[in-house]
């Protein structure tokens, strides 16, 4: 029997989210303090970096399933969710799961057990290998939570290719319950747009890393993957000479259809890991060779103009 999902559940009022916006300010502070320690030493970094930055979204990309609905499948919590959907958001009814499982005895390690299970295409590790390999910075952008993506990201070997991860916060607390909690406190501080999910604005975070980039004052190449309504909204903040890679027959794919003269962005679809990785090596690849010839220019004129001097 199908069940409902967060592309459904996030419309409904936010009137059952519990107070929790001081823990999430606090998470998010550790979570920017894991960000900074993981800046200076630990990531892997290629010889030389692209001027290139890939952000992948997590669930339905990355992944095969969303998480959120893997755990409810696995765990049986389907009738459980469907009751509760009408009057819970998806963000606070995963909160509420995490606390169901909690009461039956199920532990993390358990949670990370069935995480770990959670099926992905074959190409799509090979793909993000590669791509790092080829000196691009790679980001998470997720409306999953930080818990999910470090666990399954760890397990397939592939959590240093990623220099950032920006989703909802989630801590197991003192009782060893997971708690998982908004990305945006939208009770005290809401974002405003109305494309987005109250607790999370993906468009925000991309206009945010759009200004980190122009502070740097590096040009930068977006490439943008994902395949949910949720990455609409950042789809429309890229500018021009990014590109976005929207999953065909999903629901951004659909929404970018309507009307693709909205986006500034060159639109490049794909349809499973294995296109994926192709669209995304070809973009790369041409990125490169551009690069590569706007350089070569660059310094055959300085030689002639050297030459003239
Ligand atoms: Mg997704
Ligand atoms: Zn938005």
């Keep these: 029997m199908p069940f409902a999902t967060r592309e459904f559940g996030w419309r409904l009022d936010a009137s059952c989210w519990p107070d929790l916006s001081r823990c999430a300010v606090l998470m998010t502070d550790m979570v920017r303090s894991s960000r900074k320690r993981e800046a200076e030493g630990k990531r892997c970094e290629p010889q030389e970096m692209a001027d290139i930055l890939v952000v992948f979204d997590f669930d339905k990309t990355i992944m095969d399933w969303e998480c959120d609905d893997w755990i409810v499948h696995e765990f049986g919590l389907i009738d459980l969710v469907n009751e509760l959907l009408p009057t819970t958001p998806w963000n606070s009814l995963m909160d509420k799961m995490m606390g169901e499982l909690h009461s039956r005895g199920k532990t993390i390690t358990e949670i990370a057990d069935v995480l770990k299970r959670a099926t ?26 930080v818990f999910y993506i470090e666990t399954i990201l760890k397990h397939l070997g592939i959590r240093e290719c990623f220099s950032e991860i920006t989703t909802n916060p989630s ?8 708690r998982i909690l908004p990305f945006h406190d939208f009770r005290s501080s809401p974002h405003g ?8 604005c993906k468009g925000a975070v991309i206009k945010r890393m759009q200004a980190s980039v122009s502070a740097e004052g590096k ?13 609409y909204c950042p789809s429309l903040k890229l500018l021009a000479g990014d590109f976005m890679m929207p999953r065909k027959n999903y629901p951004v794919w659909d929404l970018i259809c309507r009307n693709p003269t909205l986006l500034k962005a060159e639109i490049h679809e794909w349809t499973d890991g294995e296109e994926m990785e192709q669209v995304l090596l070809r973009l790369i690849n041409a990125i490169l060779a551009e690069e590569e010839e706007e350089e070569e220019i660059k310094s055959g004129r300085s030689v002639s103009s050297d030459h003239g001097l």
């Design 120 to 145: 992905m295409h074959p190409r799509i590790v090979p793909a993000i290998k590669s791509v790092h390999a080829l000196g691009c910075e790679l980001r998470i952008l997720s409306d999953a939570n």
């Design 171 to 178: 801590f197991v607390d003192k009782e060893g319950r997971l």
């Design 193 to 200: 747009c109305d494309l987005c999910p109250p607790n999370m």
């Design 219 to 231: 040009k930068r190449r977006f490439i943008y993957v994902g395949d949910g309504v949720g990455d």
